[in-house]
């Protein structure tokens, strides 16, 4: 079995990663996650890595996949409401991943406003090694909306 990839836990049902290997997976479900989700666009993935192998890879080793695209010309409203019912309906803990673990983590910051207070948000972020203070007045306007 392949080794776990290395990521970073924003909270016990939350990590994000680098792209796994599709090997990886089974490493994963053993772990105990439940879920996996995707926020790299297949545009960026070589094939045979792409979100449908991931998800085949995902589903044999007994875990949920979801997509939930990331692009590089930012998140949309739409992206932040499709990561929360990601998150809110299909079991934890979830695994999500992009090419570096940036914009899942970004994302699920994003997906959380309102769930969680805005400094757990925020101190999560910051003890994953992305320290984003500007992030704290996105949260909290959308939080402000939920």
């Known amino acids: 079995m392949s080794e776990l ?15 796994p290997s599709i090997e990886a997976l089974a490493a994963l ?3 105990g996650f439940r879920t996996v989700i995707c926020n790299r666009p297949d545009s960026e993935v ?5 979100a449908a192998e991931m998800e085949a890879a995902a ?7 979801a997509v939930v695209e990331v692009t590089h010309g930012g998140i949309t409203p739409e992206t932040i ?6 998150l809110s309906e299909l079991p934890g803990p979830h695994f999500g991943y992009c090419r570096a673990g940036f914009r899942s983590s970004v994302v699920w910051a994003l997906a959380m406003a309102g ?16 320290a984003m203070p500007g992030l704290e007045q996105q949260i909290e306007a959308l939080a402000a909306t939920r």
Not at 81 to 86: G, K, V
Request: aromatic letters at 6%; glycine letters at 6%.
């Open 5 to 19: 990839p290395p990521m970073v836990h924003l909270t016990d049902e939350f990590s994000a990663a680098p792209h």
């Open 29 to 31: 479900a053993a772990a």
């Open 46 to 50: 070589a094939p045979g890595e792409r």
């Open 59 to 65: 589903r044999a080793a007994g875990m949920e996949f």
């Open 81 to 86: 409401e499709a990561q929360r019912r990601a």
């Open 115 to 130: 769930d969680r207070p805005t400094a757990e948000i925020m101190a999560a972020l910051h003890r994953a090694g992305f």
